[in-house]
C-alpha cells in the first residue's frame, strides 16, 4: 500500500487517478484526518501501517501564481521546507520508501560549468566545493538553518494554511505517450522555426545543455536573487540531503489536456500578456507516470529532473495554441523582462532548462516537449 500525503492539490489529485486506474491501492492521508506534520504521529502512522512506498506531493505554491508567497511567507517555508524534513525523519526512522514533489525552479538562467581541458568533462556539484552544506532542522520550531541563512516560521505545526497541498483539483484524465510525428505541426515564423520530431530544430536536441542533477541550484536565497517560492524550494531539497530510501522529482511549469487555472496551457491562453522565454515543461500525467515507475522499477534513489525532453519557447507554446483553433486571440507580450517586473510581477521567475538525461538512461521515458504540447491541445477539455 501506497500513502499519499498532499493528494487534494493539482499535482496530488494527478497521483491519486494514476494510482486508481492503475490497480495500486494508497491511502490518500487528509489533513484533516491525521496531521502528518506532527513528526510522532506520522512516524507512528508509518509503523502502523508499514506502507511500501510514501508520495509527499504536499507544498506551497501560492494562489494564483508564487506572487502569493511573497504575503505568506510563513506558509510557504512551512510547507516547502520544514515539512520534507519531518517526512524524513519519520520515513528514515520507520526505513519507509518514499519520493517528494520538488521544482526546476531553483534555477535561471543557463549552467555555468568549466570544462576540464583536453577532456570535454565539466565540474559535478557532488565534488564541488560550491556544494552547500545540508541544512539543520528543528521541527518543533518549525526553522530551518544554514550557514548561510536562518529561517524561522511563527506558525506551529498545527498550521494547516501552510500545507495547500498543490493547488486547485484538477479533473481525470488518462495517460497519453506516442511517438508518432505527425502529431506535431510545422511552426512557420521568425520566431518559430519549421518543428518536427523527424527533423528537431536545436530546441528538441539541447537538453544536454540544461541544468543537470548535479548542478548547484542558483536561483535561492543563497544568490539573493529569487522569489521566495523558489527560495524555499530550494531549501526544501537542502534539508533532504543525503536522505536515504528517498526520490527528489523536479517538476516543472506542469500542463495536460485538462483546462485548469494550474495548467500551464490554461495560463497561457488567459493571460492578457506574456513573457518570452525558454523553459523546460512537464506533462503532469506523464511525470506522474514516471515517477511511480521509479518506485516500481526500482531506479537508484535520488535526485531526478522529471521534464518532457527538449524545451519551448513562450512564442512555440503560442504557435501550437493558434494552430489548434482552440481560441481565436491575439497574443500580445510584454518588450522585455524588465517591463513584465514594473506592470505584471512582485517577485523574479524562474526561467530555465533542464537537463533529463539522468532519467533517461534509467530507460523512463517521456515524449517530446512540442509533440506533447501538441496531443494536450488536440485531446483538450474544456472545465
Known amino acids: 500500500?501506497?500513502?499519499?500525503?498532499?493528494?487534494?492539490?493539482?499535482?496530488?489529485?494527478?497521483?491519486?487517478?494514476?494510482l486508481t486506474s492503475h490497480g495500486i491501492p494508497f491511502r490518500n492521508l487528509r489533513r484533516a484526518e491525521h496531521d502528518y506534520a506532527q513528526l510522532d504521529g506520522l512516524r507512528n502512522l508509518l509503523r502502523e501501517t508499514k506502507p511500501t512506498f510514501l508520495i509527499n506531493c504536499a507544498g506551497y505554491t501560492g494562489k494564483p501564481n508564487v506572487d502569493a508567497c511573497e504575503l505568506h511567507k510563513s506558509e510557504c517555508l512551512f510547507g516547502n521546507a520544514v515539512l520534507p524534513g519531518i517526512i524524513r525523519q519519520a520515513c528514515e526512522d520507520t526505513a519507509t520508501p518514499w519520493g517528494h514533489i520538488s521544482s526546476g525552479c531553483i534555477y535561471s538562467g543557463s549552467p555555468q560549468r568549466s570544462s576540464v581541458s583536453g577532456t570535454g568533462l565539466t565540474a559535478n556539484y557532488a565534488d564541488s566545493a560550491d556544494q552547500p552544506k545540508p541544512l539543520t532542522l528543528n521541527p518543533q520550531l518549525s526553522t530551518v538553518q544554514s550557514p548561510s541563512c536562518a529561517l524561522v516560521s511563527d506558525h506551529a505545526l498545527n498550521s494547516t494554511e501552510g500545507l495547500k497541498s498543490a493547488s486547485q483539483p484538477g479533473l481525470p484524465t488518462g495517460k497519453i505517450r506516442t511517438s508518432n510525428s505527425s502529431l506535431v505541426p510545422h511552426l512557420s515564423t521568425v520566431h518559430c522555426p519549421p518543428t518536427t520530431i523527424d527533423n528537431p530544430q536545436p530546441s528538441t536536441l539541447q537538453s544536454a545543455a540544461g541544468f543537470r542533477e548535479t548542478d548547484p541550484p542558483n536561483f535561492t536565497f543563497r544568490q539573493n536573487n529569487c522569489s521566495f517560492y523558489s527560495g524555499t524550494k530550494a531549501l526544501g531539497e537542502e534539508v533532504l540531503a543525503g536522505a536515504s530510501n528517498c526520490y527528489i522529482w523536479r517538476l516543472r511549469i506542469p500542463f495536460n489536456e485538462m483546462d485548469s487555472p494550474r495548467n500551464y496551457l490554461t495560463k497561457v491562453m488567459r493571460y492578457d500578456r506574456l513573457l518570452e522565454a525558454q523553459n523546460s515543461l512537464s506533462q503532469l500525467d506523464e511525470f506522474v507516470h514516471a515517477a511511480v515507475d521509479c518506485w516500481q522499477k526500482r531506479v537508484p534513489f535520488g535526485i531526478y529532473n522529471v521534464t518532457n525532453p527538449g524545451f519551448v519557447t513562450t512564442h512555440e507554446v503560442v504557435e501550437l495554441i493558434q494552430q489548434s483553433g482552440l481560441i481565436k486571440k491575439q497574443f500580445q507580450f510584454f518588450k522585455d523582462e524588465d517591463e513584465f517586473m514594473s506592470l505584471?510581477?512582485?517577485?523574479?521567475?524562474?526561467?530555465?532548462?533542464?537537463?533529463?538525461?539522468?532519467?533517461?538512461?534509467?530507460?523512463?521515458?517521456?515524449?517530446?516537449?512540442?509533440?506533447?504540447?501538441?496531443?494536450?491541445?488536440?485531446?483538450?477539455?474544456?472545465?
Open 1 to 18: 500500500m501506497f500513502i499519499l500525503l498532499g493528494g487534494s492539490g493539482y499535482v496530488g489529485m494527478a497521483f491519486a487517478r494514476y
Open 344 to 383: 505584471a510581477a512582485k517577485t523574479p521567475r524562474s526561467n530555465c532548462v533542464l537537463d533529463t538525461t539522468k532519467l533517461q538512461k534509467t530507460g523512463i521515458e517521456m515524449t517530446e516537449v512540442h509533440e506533447a504540447i501538441a496531443i494536450a491541445l488536440r485531446n483538450w477539455k474544456w472545465s
